[in-house]
């Protein structure tokens, strides 16, 4: 008998079973990777795309301003410069030509506090310098002292201080006043020396400066003027001060908040 022959496949395609190749060899099956290390992917929300994206809206107006503000600083120093480099402002100049000293009494008793009395006459110059600036001054505040202790206050009128030009001006100081302990003793201190006693006129104003077609912010001043000698009148006839020695500084008075330089 002969044996069955099996049938030859259809279209040449190989027999295979479910996990062989046409010989009957099993496939190789590919190993599949893991770490656990790796993160997973979460896709970022959009909250967080336009917190992103103000965030750099916000360094780029800040970067922008501080650029805009350095460029003006820049600006004004080059022309402030260039000004200075052109006229040569010079700040104002005083001198004290005149200080009369028509009361000067000082009253002491045990029952009652020291007082005191004064009336001065003062006398002054105001120059200009400059022959391209203006300066236009507001009243003053005038103060007198006496080692530290005011004997006088009083004030002069706003005016205005053309280029190359003097102004004279005259005010009338007065006080009267108790004394306490300390400013009575620092007061008779001075009133014993030789020389006279030590006389210091501040003055407080604001003024705003013009050159040319630029025009200035009022800026505050404290004129201060030292080396004065006083001595006390004798009768009705007032008393006249050295002012040989006088000396008077100018100072700008500039705030930041509550500041003063």
Known sequence: MTEPTSKPAINGAATTNGNGNGNGNPLPVKAQLYNPN???????SQYNRRRRSNRSLC??????????????????????????????PHQ?????????????NLKTSTDSPSHLTTLFNLTLIAKNP???????????????????VQIGNG????????????TSLRSVLSDSQDLDTDSL?????????????????????????????????????????????????????PAVASVINSECKVDLRIKIWKFSF
Not at 92 to 104: D, G, V, Y
Not at 137 to 148: G, N
Not at 155 to 166: E, M, R, T, V
């Open 38 to 44: 790796r993160q997973v992917y979460r896709p970022q």
């Open 59 to 88: 360094c780029c107006c800040c970067f922008w301003t501080i650029l805009t503000v350095l460029a003006a600083a820049l600006l004004v120093a080059i022309v402030g410069a260039a000004l200075y480099v052109l006229y040569h």
């Open 92 to 104: 104002p100049e005083f001198s004290i030509t005149n200080l009369r000293i028509a009361k000067m």
């Open 130 to 148: 400059n022959n391209h600036l203006v300066f236009f001054y507001e009243p003053f505040i005038v103060t007198a002292f006496s080692d530290s």
């Open 155 to 166: 004030s002069l009128p706003a005016f205005d201080s053309g280029k190359n030009n003097q």
């Open 185 to 237: 003793t620092s007061l008779r201190s001075g009133l014993k020396k030789k020389k006279g006693f030590p006389v210091v006129i501040q003055m407080d104003t604001k003024v705003k400066m013009k050159m040319e077609w630029l025009k200035s912010k009022k800026v505050g001043i404290r004129v201060t003027c030292e080396g004065i000698r006083g001595t006390v009148p004798a009768g009705k006839s």
